[in-house]
């Protein structure tokens, strides 16, 4: 069986040595990357020709990739690397790697056009200046032939191992059957459209019910098209631990007791993941970086032979051969099978599952649980601040030639502060003046770390990698994003780059993938999702019919009531005595949702003083995960009272309460986010491009929050429960559109209303 492999994953198997190093840090960016590529491939003659496709077998392994340039003028072959800051301080192994892929390019290149030589180089562009360093050679074909079989025979038995692991596992999922006697109601729809999308290649929005298990519901499907569709990976995504955890456990269910061979493989956040926060990530501070490419090969064979590679089992194995646990984790996401993780591993500007899938020409499915919090989760992935106080305090600390470059910041921002007097102020563009300083101070940072290599101190760190935040984001603004200066007191002011819409960054992900299904139970309306997220037009949409009845779920609109911010003060008593005329008509475990904390803190008062001794606890400003879990332990079988809860926090979503650990829900206020100056210059945004700024902005925002917070009540067919939808608006048509299809609202069913 022929395995198929990238002559770079080819290289940094083979060819990596020594110590994790990554002191050659701040690299240029993919964006700046792509861009210096052209730059350099726009300097050559007419006949050069870009990315030239190469490919070649040895014995079972087919080796594949494309050389950055030829130029047959000179029968000359490029490898462009790009970098920032002096040439001399990339590391051998560096450049040792890079040799490694021309050379693979030059052997590739000799065998299609039959040539007995060939020239070779690398081309070093530097990003700041744009000056090239280049290092050239010439190879004879017999010459690179051998170095190819070399590096081929260096792989070949983990190409084997692979190959069987893949036929294996294909052979495998082929049989795959559902681990549970049948599907719940709506699971199998949801099902049936997940592996749909994969068999025809299109991207899924999936509206589908709270409690009918989404998440082996759509992993099942995906698994059984793996093998048909040849896909090499599946990605799932998770906004949160939970949704994660659930993953790993659904995968586990559905291979494990048919004993098929499925890698699968859990991602953490680098600062969860290491072992000592207190040292560099190089070999000379951090033991686990020492000798790391040496000891990786036992490392990564012995995880390899771990089913689930969850945080735990992941660190086991590192720590057993002593590498760091988040690199050898990186590692690992070439070589499983399905790798969860959080959605900024593949949407994020620098995703690594992304950039993997992009450099190995991979075919995944990527699934997207709670995908309603896809469209602020990327708004915040392409966003960037600038905080005042915070260059203030970098300068005060900084060496005396960084100090200089931080000054000339300054007296930019001041031109910039000078020009937007009010206290809130929309620019018309990112400032150049102030670009070029923050350009020139990033530039300095990064020549006095080649110079005197080591951690900066902590807030010119900080500041320095805001900056260079901010500056990706500032190469491609556009319309979809605002850049905005807020004042911060007498002296400072914040900058910003705030996207507004993620669309223009994340259709390329979309596009890369083979299949992307993004499912919630709160995907309404279709079209707001497909817009801001730039989804294919030829999206399908599915939207699971509920297999819960109106008899299950009373839901009540107190419309007597309003939660607007004027109207609050003559809210409290009336929510509180609502709240507990309620409990006293049916004693049990509830929570209820306010807007704010403060808001939430008014109302329990007014409730204990109206009633004393009435049972309730409340979610705390910033909890820690234990005392989150104390919240949620409240919440027991024949359990009394209430908990209090800011609608879209920690309890809003992705808690599961069956049966009668949770009988039912108050929900004070619509969700919309707040009238403030951003949102109000994001809504004039959304109605000049979508003609929808009201909605697009606050309305569908916060009925999501809304029928998230409703959805805890409902879990299982055998449930019965109340909610309480208390604001006078939760009556008006719009409002009531955009309630679940299967709630009867004061005895009307919503389609009816």
């Given amino acids: 069986m022929k395995y198929s492999v990238a002559v770079r994953a080819l290289c940094e198997f083979t060819a990596k040595q020594g110590d994790l190093d990554l002191r050659f840090t701040p690299s240029p960016t993919a964006q700046e990357g792509i861009a210096g590529h052209t730059v350099v491939q726009g300097r050559r003659g007419g006949n050069y020709r870009t990315e030239v496709s190469l490919s070649g077998d040895w014995g079972d392994l087919h080796v594949r990739g494309r050389a950055d340039g030829y130029d047959p003028d000179e029968n000359l072959v490029e490898e462009i690397k790009t970098h920032r800051g002096k040439f001399s301080s990339i590391p051998d192994n560096h450049r040792h790697l890079h040799w490694a892929q021309v050379r693979v390019y030059g052997h590739l290149l000799c065998r299609q056009l039959g040539l007995a030589q060939v020239n070779l180089a690398l081309v070093y562009y530097d990003i700041g200046s744009g000056i090239e360093t280049v290092l050239r050679e010439s190879r004879d074909a017999a010459d690179l032939a051998l170095l190819f079989a070399q590096l081929c025979e260096g792989f070949s038995s983990w190409a084997e191992q692979e190959a069987a692991h893949r036929a294996a596992r294909d052979a495998g999922l082929g049989t795959l059957r559902f681990p549970h006697a049948d599907f719940r109601p709506g699971q199998r729809e949801l099902a049936e459209n997940v592996y749909r999308a994969n068999a025809s290649g299109r991207c899924l929005l999936a509206q589908a019910p709270t409690g009918i298990g989404k998440t082996i519901g759509s992993l099942f499907p995906v698994l059984k098209a793996m093998p048909q569709q040849s896909l090499d990976k599946v ?153 005042r106080a915070n260059l203030r305090i970098a300068r005060a600390n900084a060496p005396e030639i960084v100090r200089k470059a931080l000054e000339r910041v300054g007296r930019a921002w001041t031109g910039v502060d000078k020009e937007a007097p009010a206290p809130y102020q929309v620019l018309h563009e990112v400032p150049p003046k102030l670009i070029d300083a923050l350009q020139n101070a990033t530039s300095t940072v990064n020549d006095f770390l080649l110079d005197a290599p080591g951690p900066l101190e902590p807030d010119l760190q900080r500041f320095h990698f805001d900056a260079l935040g901010f500056l990706r984001l500032a190469e491609s603004f556009g319309e979809h994003s605002l850049c905005d200066l807020a004042r911060a007191g007498v002296r400072d002011s ?58 299950q779920l009373e839901v009540h609109i107190a419309g007597g009531i309003s939660t607007r911010y004027q109207h609050r003060a003559a809210s409290l008593a009336p929510i509180a005595d609502l709240i507990a005329r309620q409990y006293a008509s049916r004693e049990g475990n509830y929570l209820a949702f306010f807007s704010s904390f403060d808001y939430m803190e008014q109302v329990l008062a007014q409730l204990e003083q109206r009633h004393p001794g009435f049972p309730a606890w409340r979610q705390e400003r910033r909890m820690s995960e234990p005392e989150r879990a104390a919240f949620l332990e409240r919440f027991t079988l024949g359990g009394r009272g209430v908990g209090f809860a800011v609608l879209g926090g920690s309890f809003g979503e992705g808690i599961d309460l069956p049966g009668d650990r949770l009988i039912g829900a108050f ?85 009816q209303a």
């Fill in 494 to 551: 914040i900058i910003s780059i705030r996207n507004v819409v993620p669309a223009p960054f994340l259709k390329p992900r979309f596009a890369m993938a083979h299949s992307v299904t993004l499912f919630s139970a709160t995907l309404s309306p279709w079209y707001y999702f497909c817009d801001l997220l730039g989804m294919p037009a030829d999206t399908a949409w599915a939207d699971v019919a509920s297999p819960f009845t109106a008899c």
């Fill in 235 to 387: 990605f799932f995504l998770a906004a949160k631990t939970p949704g994660r955890r659930l993953a790993l456990d659904a995968t586990a269910s559905l291979t494990s007791r048919a004993g098929i061979p499925l890698r699968v493989l859990e991602l953490t956040a680098r600062d969860k993941a290491c072992e000592h926060p207190d040292k560099a990530c190089q070999g000379d501070a951090c033991p686990l970086a020492k000798g790391f490419y040496d000891r990786l090969p036992a490392a990564r064979s012995a995880a390899a032979h771990v089913p689930v590679l969850d945080r735990e089992a992941l660190r086991e194995v590192a720590l057993a051969h002593d590498v760091c646990p988040y690199y050898l984790g990186s590692e690992m996401a070439r070589w499983a099978d399905v790798v969860v993780g959080d959605y900024n591993y593949y949407f994020d500007g620098g995703a690594m599952l992304y950039a993997l899938t992009l450099n190995n020409g991979w075919r995944t499915s990527v699934l997207v649980d709670e995908a309603h919090n896809m469209v602020s989760r990327a708004r915040s992935m392409y966003s960037a601040e600038l905080d």
């Fill in 667 to 751: 929900v004070a206020t619509l969700g919309l986010p707040q009238v403030n100056p951003v949102n109000e210059q994001l809504r004039e945004r959304m109605g000049a491009m979508f003609g929808a700024g009201y909605d697009y902005t606050y309305l569908y925002p916060g009925m999501q929050k809304v029928v998230q917070a409703a959805g805890r009540v409902i879990r299982t067919e055998q449930d019965r429960g109340v909610v309480w939808l208390i604001d006078d608006r939760f009556g008006k048509p719009d409002v009531r559109a955009l309630l679940p299809a299967w709630w009867d609202v004061d005895g009307r069913t919503n389609a």
